[in-house]
Each structure stands twice: as C-alpha cells, then as structure tokens.
C-alpha cells in the first residue's frame, strides 16, 4: 500500500497558524482513531507530536493540534516559532498491528 | 535514562545479511511493543515491523526476508535483514509503542546500513 498523502510543504510566518493535511483511506485513516504526528528536524530522530488524533505528549506545546475527519487527519500549528521548521509526518494504524505512514511535509517558517 | 541505542549498521554487499540490535534502557521493555522503522536517504519513514509478547507482524514489502526478535531479559530488540537489497538501504530507527496501536513515543537516534557492491 503506497504511503498517506500529505502535501510536500507548507510554509508560514512567525506567530501565524499553518495546518498540515494527511489523507488515507477506509483501511487506515477513516478507520481508526490512531493517527499519530511526528517532528523530524534535520539528520534527527522523530519526535511524537501527536498521537490518538488529538492527544499531546507531556512536554509538547498546546501549540500543535490534531483533529480528523473522515479519511483526512490534520495538524495545526499555531503561534509558528522558528523551532517548528522541520519535517512532518502523520502515521495511522491499519489494522492487524501494522502501520502506515505518510510521505512527509517540509515546514518552512518564513 | 530513558532510552534506546541501535547498533549493527554498516556497509553490506547485494544478497548479503545484517542483524541490528536496539539497547533499550530506563524502562520496563517487556510492557511495550517494539518496532522498527526505517528511512531511505532523502525519503520518508517507512514502518517495517513490530513485536509484542504475543505478535509479530512486518510490512507487506519486506516479502519475509527480515526477522524481527526481542530478549526481554536482556532489554534488547534485534532486527535480522536477509537477502539484502540496494532498496534496503536506509537509516533503521528503534522506536518503542506504549500499546500496538498507538503512538511511536522513544526513538533511538538510528544505525546506518547500506546495501551497494
């Protein structure tokens, strides 16, 4: 199965709110509320954003958000910081404890 | 601390085998599903595979060459890669799961393996 669609790049300026898309399918996304969301800065490990569509991590900013709709889950970043320009990936479960995760969007904070 | 460390990485000839090991540390390993995932250079993750007590289950793409095995009692996860492929090629990430549907929430920082002649 080819990875979640998520658009390649998305860009905003400091303080503005930017969302980032991530659409599946009626096996994955539209399935189940176990979409999780990754930062992944430069020749870095990932870091858990996200996860059960719209659970924080301890530690994470009330900044970053994530909701779902039908087979499209989002994140939204708001108050962009400098520190937010990486790499996003969205990632949902596909039944039969395997996963899947999208292709990854470049935020670029103007 | 908290943690994981993969080691194993290298250069490997097309065909050839490679086992990858994950040292997790500060946590109680046997809770938690165990996964690897990997990242071609340039390109996106990829999940690979994962193992609980009772499951192991990769990715379709893999076609059983790659094993995946954990050692509670030495807190270790191990990855082994058979019939290797240029395509294999990636940095392999150790990442931890509180259950098998959630979250990837510790990563470790990634062993190297390159597939070329």
């Known amino acids: 199965q080819s990875a979640l669609t998520q658009p390649r790049s998305v860009s905003g300026s400091p303080g503005q709110s930017v969302t980032i898309s991530c659409t599946g399918t009626?096996?994955?996304?539209?399935?189940?509320?176990?979409v999780s969301w990754y930062r992944q800065h430069p020749g870095k490990a990932p870091k858990l954003m996200i996860y059960?569509?719209?659970k924080r991590p301890s530690g994470v900013p009330e900044r970053f958000s994530g909701s779902k709709s039908g087979n499209t889950a989002s994140l939204t970043i708001s108050g962009l910081q400098a520190e937010d320009e990486a790499d996003y990936y969205c990632?949902?479960?596909?039944?039969?404890?395997?996963?899947?995760f999208g292709g990854g969007t470049r935020l670029t904070v103007l | 601390e908290v943690q994981l460390v993969e080691s194993g990485g290298g250069l490997v000839k097309p065909g050839g085998s490679l086992r990858l090991s994950c040292a997790a540390s500060?946590?109680?390993?046997?809770?938690?599903?165990m996964n690897w995932v990997r990242q071609a250079p340039g390109k996106g993750l990829e999940w690979v595979s994962s193992?609980?007590?009772?499951?192991?289950h990769y990715a379709d793409s893999l076609k059983g060459r790659f094993t995946i095995s954990r050692d509670d009692a030495q807190n270790s996860l191990y990855l082994q890669m058979n019939s290797l492929r240029a395509e294999d090629t990636a940095v392999y990430y150790c990442?931890?799961?509180?259950?098998?549907?959630?979250?990837?929430?510790?990563w470790g920082q990634g062993t190297t393996v390159t597939v070329s002649s």
């Open positions: 990442a931890r799961r509180p259950s098998a549907i959630g979250g990837f929430d510790l």
């Open positions: 990632c949902s479960y596909r039944g039969t404890y395997t996963s899947i």
């Open positions: 500060g946590f109680n390993f046997r809770n938690y599903d």
């Open positions: 059960d569509v719209t």
């Open positions: 009626s096996s994955d996304v539209d399935n189940y509320d176990y």
């Open positions: 193992i609980t007590n009772t499951h192991i």
